[in-house]
T-cell receptor, first 115, second 116 residues
Framework: DAKTTQPPSMDCAEGRAANLPCNHSTISGNEYVYWYRQIHSQGPQYIIHGLKNNETNEMASLIITEDRKSSTLILPHATLRDTAVYYCIVRVAGGSGGSNYKLTFGKGTLLTVNP | DSGVTQTPKHLITATGQRVTLRCSPRSGDLSVYWYQQSLDQGLQFLIQYYNGEERAKGNILERFSAQQFPDLHSELNLSSLELGDSALYFC???????????????FGPGTRLTVT
């Protein structure tokens, strides 16, 4: 799986958009970008994933650059409950066999939403 | 609530002992994964089962073993425990063999193991 680079920490004011960057310059054509978050020792929570097109769901938007070497997770209106460690993960999705299914977590970005 | 349940929530035991952690996946999910989160190592993949069969192994110690039962629940057995095994242990589940489509994993609340 491709390695990712994220800033260790970021701050955001409540109600503003939080933009979390991720670099994955060695990503392969068949690798997806996934985002998970972990709120203080709870189980990680799936947020969103994408291959090359921008994606949006009820939680967030994912913007992937055209060359796919980086992406940005956008929380449009951050709340205090969005304070968490956000993990950007790149992996081959699906298929048969076992090793493609694991998630390899880096250190992530600690997002602190301030009132 | 992810739909994945883990028991117990907390476990305190002594070095040299053996413990069993239990996980029930979401309804319909065939794959179960175990992860360990310690302060120094972060979140690490241990092992994956799919429909009762072991599918992938990560950094799992020989003292640790797991299995998935016919009802799809899974157990992680940790033996000859050491102080360094103190960590949060998460179970996750997913649909599994999706034939090329993304396969999100849903995590349980974890079991906090403290070895004294």
């Amino acid at each position: 799986d491709a390695k990712t680079t994220q800033p260790p920490s970021m701050d955001c004011a409540e109600g503003r958009a939080a933009n979390l960057p991720c670099n994955h310059s060695t990503i392969s054509g068949n690798e997806y970008v996934y985002w998970y978050r972990q709120i203080h020792s709870q189980g990680p929570q799936y947020i969103i994933h994408g291959l090359k097109n921008n994606e949006t769901n009820e939680m967030a938007s994912l913007i992937i650059t055209e060359d796919r070497k980086s992406s940005t997770l956008i929380l449009p209106h951050a709340t205090l409950r969005d304070t968490a460690v956000y993990y950007c993960i790149v992996r081959v999705a699906g298929g048969s066999g076992g090793s493609n299914y694991k998630l390899t977590f880096g250190k992530g970005t600690l997002l602190t939403v301030n009132p | 609530d992810s739909g994945v349940t883990q028991t117990p929530k907390h476990l305190i035991t002594a070095t040299g002992q053996r413990v069993t952690l239990r996980c029930s996946p979401r309804s319909g999910d065939l794959s179960v994964y175990w992860y360990q989160q310690s302060l120094d190592q972060g979140l690490q993949f241990l092992i994956q089962y799919y429909n009762g069969e072991e599918r992938a192994k990560g950094n799992i110690l020989e003292r640790f073993s797991a299995q998935q039962f016919p009802d799809l629940h899974s157990e992680l057995n940790l033996s000859s425990l050491e102080l360094g095994d103190s960590a949060l242990y998460f179970c996750a589940s997913s649909v599994g063999e999706t034939g090329g489509f993304p396969d999100e994993q849903y995590f349980g609340p974890g079991t906090r193991l403290t070895v004294t």
